[in-house]
């Protein structure tokens, strides 16, 4: 293993935020993972630290419901959002987590990369592109995953993977990804790890 595949493996929970007062201290390095709900993020999460219940997954979209982070070393955080797009919420909630993660997407200082998340099979909807736009204007990275690639066969990976990069603003990248047969988990390791600095 790698050096950074290792520091990843070491990747515990540290704390879950439901408001702007019980985020950790803005003094490090993170990168979130958000996507539509269900699209796999939390999985996805467990794949990169190779790890399989860090980050809670489900079957039932609107699993994860605060904002969670995982410590890879001090100071070195990955971020599990909730999935935009989760029909099932009351107006109040939804209401609060659009103030609270625009807010923390406008002003998080730690913040240092995006990975978004999209079904291979459904890729680029509406709020993708407003985060990729939005990090294209903050000038940070944004990474895609093409993930439940397991789905659909390779000739139809490639193509999905060549139009979704005809698309993407400058600094973004994305490539196919699976946490079921873990394929791409080396390449979504090494941007994620090399953001970090782990
Ligand atoms: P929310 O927290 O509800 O927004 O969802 P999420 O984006 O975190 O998705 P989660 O990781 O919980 O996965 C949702 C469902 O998709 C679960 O049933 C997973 O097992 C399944 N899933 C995730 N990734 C893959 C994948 O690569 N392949 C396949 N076949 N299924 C996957
Ligand atoms: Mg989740």
């Given at each position: 293993?790698?050096?950074?595949?290792?520091?990843?493996?070491?990747?515990?929970?540290?704390?879950?935020?439901?408001?702007?007062?019980?985020?950790?201290?803005?003094?490090?390095?993170?990168?979130?993972?958000?996507?539509?709900?269900?699209?796999?993020?939390?999985?996805?999460?467990?794949?990169?630290?190779?790890?399989?219940?860090?980050?809670?997954?489900?079957?039932?979209?609107g699993?994860?419901?605060?904002?969670?982070?995982?410590?890879?070393?001090?100071?070195?955080?990955?971020?599990?959002?909730?999935g935009?797009?989760?029909?099932?919420?009351?107006?109040d909630?939804?209401?609060?987590?659009?103030?609270?993660?625009?807010?923390y997407?406008?002003?998080?200082?730690?913040?240092?990369?995006?990975?978004?998340?999209?079904?291979?099979?459904?890729?680029?909807?509406?709020?993708?592109?407003?985060?990729?736009?939005?990090?294209?204007?903050?000038?940070?990275?944004a990474?895609?995953?093409?993930?439940?690639?397991?789905?659909?066969?390779?000739?139809?990976?490639?193509?999905?993977?060549?139009?979704?990069?005809?698309?993407?603003?400058?600094?973004?990248?994305?490539?196919?990804?699976?946490?079921?047969?873990?394929?791409?988990?080396?390449?979504?390791?090494?941007?994620?790890?090399?953001?970090?600095?782990?």
């Amino acid at each position: 293993m790698s050096k950074s595949s290792n520091a990843l493996a070491r990747t515990a929970y540290l704390a879950a935020a439901h408001t702007p007062q019980q985020l950790p201290a803005d003094d490090g390095r993170e990168v979130v993972f958000a996507g539509r709900s269900n699209a796999g993020k939390s999985s996805a999460l467990n794949t990169i630290c190779n790890q399989n219940a860090l980050a809670r997954t489900s079957k039932t979209p609107g699993r994860t419901q605060q904002l969670v982070f995982f410590e890879v070393v001090k100071g070195k955080y990955l971020v599990d959002l909730p999935g935009y797009g989760y029909a099932k919420v009351s107006k109040d909630l939804r209401a609060h987590w659009q103030g609270f993660l625009n807010d923390y997407f406008r002003t998080r200082i730690a913040l240092c990369g995006i990975v978004v998340v999209m079904d291979i099979r459904h890729p680029l909807r509406e709020f993708d592109l407003d985060m990729l736009r939005f990090a294209a204007d903050r000038g940070l990275p944004a990474h895609c995953l093409l993930t439940k690639c397991d789905k659909i066969g390779r000739g139809p990976q490639a193509q999905t993977l060549l139009a979704v990069r005809k698309q993407l603003p400058e600094r973004a990248t994305a490539q196919v990804f699976s946490s079921e047969t873990k394929q791409g988990v080396d390449e979504a390791r090494a941007v994620v790890a090399g953001w970090l600095e782990v």
